[in-house]
Every structure is written in structure tokens, then in C-alpha cells.
């Protein structure tokens, strides 16, 4: 039982467009601090100031507004924020917590190049880190130095991570880290330790890429007097090829999938089943993700992206909507085709009447278009080819019986069962001319129902202009 207030964050680089895994790693610690009754920060890592857009802040805001997850302060943009990592890196330079490097980059390139021919880890040396009864190098003219952190000597670094158990890196193997460039602006290990602090963040849920910076990160809380979050690295998500899900491999962007129809819903429980599992629901709401969530049941081995296992969520969601609510997020789609929904069926009918065999919003809205176009204008040599001169005499008398039914679709099948038994046929025998002289097509859901949504008046018209004599 956890007695402390839960303070989680997402803080994602814009640096390209966000995907399904990085959406992954913004929903686990969203989902931690609800359950907790806690509060979660949306942070904007900026501080990559070439790659870094304002497109890029938009699509992840979007996105995660589009999938609902809601965050109770931010987005905090890093950038702002530099004052306060300049008095950091003031304040450890004053307490020997950190020094100025004066290697060049081409001297630190020259350093790596000998070490990997030795078969050494190429790794800064410690050449300007002040030690007692240490000499430095005169300081070279016009070089702006960088700081280091004064990584322990020593010992190791130990987390019980909360998906992968305990951790040791030892601090022979990290060397002093570059906290801030020559120019000043601080880097991304430095300032994501700073903003954990400052934000009181008790829980990082992220991506296991980050397990190696963890340890750097750990030594520089402990250094500026802070007690280190406890830690959860999430495997990689992975695609067919067993590569990390990323734009180069073909992975989709959150816009990608609304723009395909996809609903945020089962997005969502796509997601939470990507490195957790709660017994064997597949199919849930947000609310009882939330309900269950707990980080004891995330997965260890890296997730594999299945867009097949996606479809068929998407699948479920479409077919259990609210007809009227589907119908509102499905209009857009139609009038990107070109489709007028004020002029013809209720469109709520339409989209009820599709909704059991639609994987995706935009499918719905292709089915749809049927229902909008004008009645086909079938010519002599079209209507001899699709409605046999057999079929004529069932067909006129389904037209009579339609005529003077009550037009429901409990109706309209029991007129289909007479005539079938009177004629002698098959269903598919009188169906599929029926289809073809209403839609110029043999491919429409269940005729009866097609009957009712079309309206009884508008499907007689077109089933009269069949007949040739």
C-alpha cells in the first residue's frame, strides 16, 4: 500500500512525430497517478533547441488529448525554465559538485579514437577535474569550457527498478558527465534531474532506453541532496521485425490512426495491453484500466506491435458504439468524401446499418457513400447481365408485396420468405438482382434492413426501373 502523494510525468523530446510506443510511455504513469489518486505533469524536453518544433509540442498535446489523458499541470516547457538550471549549475560549481572542462571536442574525439584502438570504453578521462594535490593544465585561450559533474569514484549505483528488479552499474564505468554546454544551455540529464526535484515527481514510468542514463541521473540527485524517484523502465515496443518501433520502421503517427478511423478508445486499451495484462481482459474501458492498473503486473519482455490485434479492437468498439455518437465522429470522414448527409437517409440509420462490419470509422464512411449517390442509371445490356429474365416474375411480385407492406425489416424478410417459397429460389437467386437494381452493386449489408434505411418509396423507384417491358 503506497501512503505517499503519487507524482508521475510524461516528458517527451519534440523531436519528430509521436507513435504508438512513445503514446505508450504517457499513458502507464497517467494510469499510475489515477489510480493513486495523484497527479501527473506533462513536460516538454525542448531542450534540443535545432530539432525541437512547435509542430512536434502540438501533435503530442493532440494526441494526448485525442486518447484522454488528461494532466493536472503543464506543459512545461524545459526551456523556460533555463534560469533555474544556470543557479543549479551555479550553485555546483561553488560546492566542487562540478567543474570547467577546457578539452576541445576535437581533443575528446582524438582521446576515443585511442581508446577504442587499445580496446578500452572510450570515455572522458578526467583531464580538468580538480582533485587535492592535482595540477590542471594552464586554461587555454579562447575556449569556453564545458561543466562536468563530478561523477563518485568508487562504488555503485543501486535501484530496484520496478519492472526489472534490482540494478548495479558500477561508477568506474561512468564518467563525469557534460551538465552544460560551452554556450551555457544545460543538457538532458542534468535538467531532467533538476525538474524531478523541483517537481516533487515520485515515480518515473519510461522507456527501458533510459536505463543507462538512470545511474548518471541517481549520482546527481544524491549530489544536490534530492532522494531519487523510484524507477520503472518499460520494455521496447517492437514491430514484426523485431526493431524498435520507430517512423524509419514504418510505424504510424497518432494522426496517422485518426485520419484511418481509428477510435481513441481502443487505442487506449491497445496500448494498455502492450506491456501489461490483467488476467485475461482484452477488451475494457478506460475507467477499469485505471481501476486495475498496478505496476507489479507490467510485462519484462519487449512488446510487439500486432496491427492486426489493433483492427480487430478497433473492430469491437465500432460495433458496440452508441449508434448516435458513432454517427457524429463518422460525419467528418463522409464529408472528406465528398458525401452530403443532410440529403437522404437518416444518417444515423446508415451508420447503425454498417456499424456490425466496419473495422474502421472510414470504412463506415465508404459504406456510407451507397446510401447518398444517386439512384443508378442502369443500362438495357447492365440489367440483363445482373437481374436474369428468370428472376423477373419474383421480382415484380416482391415489388407488389412491398408496395403495400408496413415498412420494417420484420416486414420486409417475411415478404422475401413468401416469395422465395412461391418462386421455388434460393435467397441469393432474388438478393443479388435486388442489390444490383438498387445500388448497381451485389455487395450492401442485409437487404431488409438496406430496404428500411433506403425508405420504401425511394427503393420502389428503383426497383420498378428494372423492368424492361
Known sequence: MLFMHIRTRFAPSPTGFIHLGNLRSALYPWAFARHNQGDFILRIEDTDLERSTQEAVDVIIEGMSWLGLDWDEGPIYQMQRIDRYREV??????AGLAYPCYMTENELNLLRDQQMANKEKPRYDG???????????????????????????GGSVIWNDAVKGQIEISND????????????TPTYNFCVVV??????????????????????????????????????????????????????NGAMSVRD?????????????????????????????????????DLKNLGRSPAQHNPEKLLWLNHQYIQNSDPMRLAEITEPFAHELGIDTESGPDFVQVVSLLQDR????????????????????????????????????????LVDAISICEPSKEAYSAIFKQVLAKHQIKMPALAMPVRYA????????????VLVVLGKEEALNRLSNVFLD
Open 89 to 94: 549549475v551555479k550553485q555546483m560549481l561553488n
Open 127 to 153: 583531464m580538468w577535474r580538480p582533485e587535492p594535490g592535482k595540477s590542471l593544465p594552464p586554461i587555454p585561450e579562447g575556449i569556453s569550457p564545458v561543466i562536468r559533474f563530478k561523477n563518485p569514484i
Open 173 to 184: 564505468e561512468l564518467d563525469d558527465l557534460v551538465i552544460a554546454r560551452p554556450d551555457g
Open 195 to 248: 525538474d524531478d526535484m523541483d517537481m516533487k515527481i515520485t515515480h518515473v514510468i519510461r522507456g527501458d532506453d533510459h536505463v543507462n542514463n538512470t545511474p548518471r541521473q541517481i549520482n546527481i540527485m544524491k549530489a544536490l541532496g534530492g532522494t531519487p524517484p523510484v524507477y520503472a523502465h518499460l520494455p521496447t515496443v517492437v514491430n514484426d521485425g523485431g526493431e524498435k518501433m520507430s517512423k524509419r
Open 257 to 293: 490512426y485518426q485520419r484511418a478511423g481509428y477510435l481513441p478508445e481502443a487505442i487506449l486499451n491497445y496500448l494498455a495491453r502492450l506491456g501489461w495484462s490483467h488476467g485475461d481482459a482484452e477488451v475494457f474501458t478506460k475507467e477499469q484500466f485505471v481501476d486495475w492498473f
Open 358 to 397: 466496419a473495422n474502421t470509422l472510414l470504412e463506415i464512411a465508404e459504406g456510407v457513400k451507397l446510401f447518398y449517390l444517386p439512384a443508378p442509371q442502369l443500362t438495357t445490356d447492365q440489367i440483363k447481365e445482373n437481374i436474369p429474365e428468370a428472376i423477373v416474375p419474383a421480382l415484380k411480385d
Open 438 to 449: 438498387l445500388f448497381a452493386t451485389t455487395k450492401t449489408p442485409a437487404i431488409d434492413s
